[in-house]
């Protein structure tokens, strides 16, 4: 007999997973394609990655969304409805800004939409790991969830170039995509399955009342505030200017200010005991190899970040493609194949186990940045094009005849099926690292650590390939991502007896 309690909740999680996909491009490539039309430079491209910082810093105020819940909705679903429709609205602002005419303002609305886009993705992480109780259920839910991540971003990545393309209106994109926000904040409220009441996954309870709780969270964001200050304080007694127009002065003081504020952030919240972030700290870092893994889920995907973090400014701008063509190529046909890769490394999954999966996908992620090399090396038609006819679909439609660029097309097969599989076999890693306790801090900030590269290499990336040149900036991001398959194989035991596999196998 089917067991329609398990369909009902896989078919949730494929949902969230598209609502958890969808702003992510409307803040990184999507955004990089609005700011690459307008003739923002490189370097200024890199930069604005960093609206995205929220996402590396959702685990402080993951433990507030595992401690309180909005009244009547349920535990979870109130947080999901409230993030989706506050998702729906800025998108609606962001689409009355111009980023050429409007830069400050539009990168602060840019900051809300990736800070609300990044508490929606502590819920839906944990709401994953909550319904899903049953472990044999994980590698099939992470491969729905990031089916359903990547169809989403195959609408705000790469449809959402067409549609510009065809209306030459990226405003016009947004606020359509705040009207799909809004309609997944709906689904949230009337047709999610409802988290079993265990005793595990009850809210945290401590000694803290909640005005202590949210006193420790404002101590936590003072200590933000004291960080990003000496650190900009230090570097101007140095005699050096975060106006300079030099870059990698730039760069300087966003590395400063970021890597002050994290500790002292945790000093401050330590001090004034915010008891849910120390104690679900302390209950992951209560495991064995706690640091390590934490180190590893950094590497892992280092590499790949690197390659990925401004290739549709570099088809763009550096290869003069057009966005029909970066939308088709890189966007439609390339996020179909990251799908792929994520389904083919589910089931791969089910005979590798966890460490030779992540050992696997590592290699073959590091091996697929080589096609960026060679397309940069041999520039826009080297290998000949594809013929793509004219079509209408409904949603989207193609006027006229469009050539693809074959070895484009290759590239994007070979990076989007490879960081598929990775995608999985990390995902996997992530969920079997958190304890039900705490499952919105922890996988907050395992998945927040995993957004590191993603995130901060966008700068670097910008500077770099701005002093190096593409061919080199490519072999760097290989060179980059060795340490994170060494690091897998350096850790094959703690990774086995993770999964449950036995120690003595090689």
């Not at 840019?110 to 992480?125: E, I, K």
């Not at 994007?412 to 996997?428: F, S």
């Amino acid at each position: 007999m089917p067991d329609f309690g398990r369909s009902h909740r896989l078919a949730a999680v494929l949902l969230l997973g598209f609502a958890s996909g969808l702003p992510l491009a409307l803040t990184g490539q999507a955004m990089q394609a609005w700011l690459a039309i307008d003739g923002v430079d490189f370097a200024t491209i890199g930069f604005f990655g960093l609206v995205g910082v929220p996402y590396t810093f959702k685990f402080l105020w993951a433990p507030l969304m595992d401690r309180f819940e909005p009244p009547w909705l349920g535990r979870r679903r109130g947080w999901l409805v409230l993030t989706q429709g506050a998702l729906a609205l800025i998108l609606f602002m962001l689409s009355g800004l111009s980023p050429s005419a409007q830069p400050l303002l539009f990168a602060q609305w840019a900051v809300l939409l990736a800070f609300l886009s990044a508490s929606q993705d502590v819920v839906v992480d944990a709401y994953r790991a909550d319904v899903l109780a049953d472990k044999a259920e994980h590698g099939l839910g992470a491969s729905l969830h990031v089916f359903g991540y990547r169809l989403a971003m195959i609408v705000s990545g790469g449809i959402a170039l067409i549609w510009a393309d065809q209306w030459r209106s990226w405003p016009k994109v947004y606020a359509l995509m705040g009207t799909i926000m809004a309609a997944s904040a709906l689904c949230s409220l009337f047709l999610l399955p409802p988290i079993p009441i265990r005793s595990e996954l009850r809210p945290f309870s401590s000694s803290a009342s909640a005005g202590g709780e949210l006193r420790g969270f404002l101590a936590m964001l003072a200590g933000v505030g004291a960080g990003y200050f000496l650190a900009r304080t230090a570097l101007r007694l140095l005699g050096l200017d975060p106006d300079s127009a030099n870059h990698w002065i730039q760069l300087l003081f966003v590395v400063a200010e970021i890597a002050a504020a994290l500790p002292l952030a945790w000093w401050f919240a330590r001090l004034a005991r915010f008891e849910t972030l120390n104690a679900s700290l302390a209950a992951y870092f209560a495991q064995s190899g706690a640091a390590a893994f934490l180190v590893l889920i950094v590497l892992y995907k280092l590499g790949d970040a690197f390659a990925g973090s401004l290739t549709t400014a570099f088809l763009l701008k550096g290869l003069a493609f057009s966005q029909a063509e970066v939308g088709i190529a890189n966007k439609i046909i390339g996020i179909w194949l990251t799908i792929f890769g994520a389904l083919i490394g589910g089931a791969l999954m089910l005979r590798l186990r966890l460490y030779r999966a992540l050992l696997l996908f590592g290699i073959l992620q590091l091996v697929s940045n080589f096609g960026f090399y060679l397309i940069a090396v041999l520039g826009k038609g080297a290998w000949g094009s594809v013929a793509v006819p004219p079509f209408d679909w409904g949603i989207v439609s193609l006027r006229e005849a469009a050539s693809l660029d074959f070895l484009l097309l290759i590239v994007v097969a070979g990076e989007n099926i490879t960081g598929g599989m990775g995608t999985v076999a990390l995902v996997a890693l992530l969920m079997a690292l958190c304890n039900n306790r705490f499952t919105a801090t922890h996988y907050a900030l395992l998945s927040a650590l995993a957004a590191v590269g993603r995130i901060y290499v966008s700068p670097i990336a910008g500077v770099l390939t701005e002093s190096v040149g593409w061919p080199a900036f490519y072999v760097f991001s290989m060179v980059v991502a060795v340490p994170g398959v060494a690091m897998v194989y350096r850790m094959r035991s703690p990774l086995r007896a993770l999964a449950g596999e036995s120690r003595t196998k090689t």
